[in-house]
């Protein structure tokens, strides 16, 4: 069996009573949408487009900084490198000189270079070595220097002093190595800042390529969020509109934006097919009436017939019959006229357009007087009926006119499917969920194949052929049963039968099982 509330839709009533309730139709109608912050997508993408330049222009300020850093530590390197060159140098001059007399003239040249470097680049220095050391450096150099000075003028007084000279190499020895160690420190901790540099430049892409995933990540969620999650929600609703659910779809974003306008445009969609299903359902329920007019044009033939013989018998005979014979004859006129006015005021009673009206019914009476209604139509295709009506079952609540519509429905395409000679079987009973009543319809007409099935409730769904089939009898009445807290499904099996069962709970239902059977739907 299928559940065919999910499948469904709601009736004619219900598309009113969403019509009234909300309307959406352009931005002035919607206060709600109006006060929704406004950010569309094309700030979205401004954004975005700021944030991937204004990351993309980090990544190339901090590249071209770091190379310039690079660069003047190069520098300085080289820089380094030619004092301590210079330092060693003056060195190996003044070993010259103690060993062979030589290059004392050059020593003092290479310690002049090196004290040129140093107060050129002072300042660096510092900043590399803490301002103790390098005031250590400048006093060793200026000490050497002085040194160098005083062994030239002695050799340039040509006086032969060998202790005095043996006194200065040793301090030219002690002030020198120190110089070279400390040149050599200076030399190795640039070498390090320089490969810790490196590192760093060489890391940059790793960094930046982790931060561009992150961020692609980010913004690829955030679209999903964005464009993905309203184009479902977009999708699930026009699924539901498809099944004739008219109410309209929720905010698909927080934000007033492009979606927005596809909200409020399918909204306003949704009420103009609102409003054509309720002409359409009126047109449903005039090619019923038709089809009722073609049965009771031929049930009023026979009371019309009779009162025209009674009539002409009466203006005939009247001379000749007895008082009692007229009265009878008049009697009978009077029932003949009942007849065909009860025929008529049945038809009256289904067309009357009114306000439902909801109220306790004995759902007995109820299927009764509708297959009163059709019985010209049964008359005239010569179906046989069966019903098997259960009494003193409890009432249930409901509007007469409604429910009418519902079981004449299901009689007329009952009548539809049946040949000449068919049956239809029609029963009221207790369901067997508790507290509810089930009525069945049931024909051995041609039966519906299983793969149209699912869709016999949906609005418009018809395999009849045109003008004859408007494809909404089944989808209204499944609304119908479904606001009286009720269910239909159906049973069938191609060229065999169908079986339509609606059930509606009695009076004395309990709320809480009335409530979960609406749940259901
Ligand atoms: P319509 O009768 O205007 O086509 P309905 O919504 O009442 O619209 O019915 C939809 C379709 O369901 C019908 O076209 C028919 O194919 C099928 N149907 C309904 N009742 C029966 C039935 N008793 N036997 C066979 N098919 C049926």
Not at 102 to 113: G, I, P, R
Not at 155 to 169: A, F, M, R, S, V
Not at 210 to 226: H, P, S
Not at 335 to 344: L, T, V
Request: glycine share 6%; charged share 25%; aromatic share 6%.
């Amino acid at each position: 069996m299928i559940n065919l509330l999910e499948s469904g839709s709601n009736s004619i009533n219900n598309s009113k009573k969403t019509v009234s309730s909300k309307k959406c139709t352009l931005d002035s109608d919607c206060p709600d949408v109006l006060s929704r912050p406004r950010f569309s997508l094309r700030t979205h993408m401004l954004l975005m487009f700021i944030l991937l330049s204004s990351l993309s222009m980090a990544l190339v300020i901090g590249s071209v900084i770091a190379i310039n850093h690079i660069q003047k530590k190069l520098h300085f390197f080289q820089i380094t490198e030619k004092y301590l060159f210079d330092i060693a140098q003056a060195r190996r001059w003044e070993k010259n000189y103690f060993l062979y007399g030589t290059n004392l003239k050059d020593a003092v040249q290479s310690a002049n270079n090196a004290k040129n470097i140093l107060s050129d680049n002072l300042k660096n220095v510092t900043i590399i070595l803490s301002p103790e050391k390098t005031a250590t450096i400048v006093q060793h150099l200026d000490k050497y220097r002085e040194f160098l000075q005083e062994l030239s003028v002695l050799e340039k007084n040509g006086i032969e002093n060998t202790e005095k000279k043996h006194e200065i190499e040793t301090s030219l020895r002690k002030h020198g190595s120190e110089m070279v160690k400390v040149a050599a420190a200076l030399v190795l901790k640039e070498q390090i800042s320089m490969n810790t540099m490196l590192k760093l430049i060489q890391r940059i892409p790793v960094y930046s390529l982790a931060v561009v995933l992150l961020l692609t990540t980010f913004l690829v969620c955030f679209f999903v969020k964005r464009l993905i999650k309203p184009l479902k929600l977009l999708v699930e609703s026009t699924q539901k509109i498809a099944k004739g659910d008219f109410s309209p779809i929720p905010p698909m974003c927080k934000y007033r934006g492009e979606f927005t306008t596809v909200e409020l445009a399918i909204n306003h969609m949704i009420q103009e097919l609102q409003l054509r299903e309720v002409a359409m359902v009126e047109s449903h329920k005039l090619r019923a009436i038709g089809t009722l007019t073609a049965g009771i044009a031929h049930e009023l033939n026979n009371p019309l017939n009779n009162i025209m013989l009674t009539a002409h018998a009466i203006l005939e005979e009247h001379n000749d019959l007895s008082e009692d014979e007229l009265l009878e004859m008049i009697n009978d006129l009077i029932n003949e006229a009942d007849r065909s006015r009860k025929i008529i005021r049945n038809l009256l009673d289904f067309a009357r357009e009114g306000e439902s009206a909801s109220g306790p019914l004995d759902l007995g009476v109820l299927v009764n007087e509708t297959i009163k209604l059709a019985q010209n139509q049964i008359k005239v295709s010569g179906t046989k009926i069966e019903t098997q009506i259960q009494t003193h079952l409890p009432q249930i609540r409901g509007d007469k006119q409604q429910l009418k519509q519902v079981f004449l429905n299901l009689i007329l395409n009952a009548l539809d499917a049946v040949k000449k000679d068919g049956t239809i079987k029609i029963s009221l009973e207790q369901a067997e969920t508790p507290g509810f009543l089930s009525v069945k319809v049931e024909d051995n007409g041609c039966g519906i194949p299983a793969y149209i099935l699912p869709n016999i409730f949906d609005p418009f769904f018809t395999t009849k052929g045109p003008g004859k089939g408007t494809g909404l009898g089944l989808s209204v009445s499944h609304g119908i049963v479904n606001i009286h807290g009720g269910q239909i499904s159906i049973e069938s099996k191609e060229g065999k039968y169908s079986r339509f069962t609606v059930i509606l709970p009695s009076l004395n239902v309990p709320a809480d099982l009335k409530a979960k059977s609406e749940r259901r739907n």
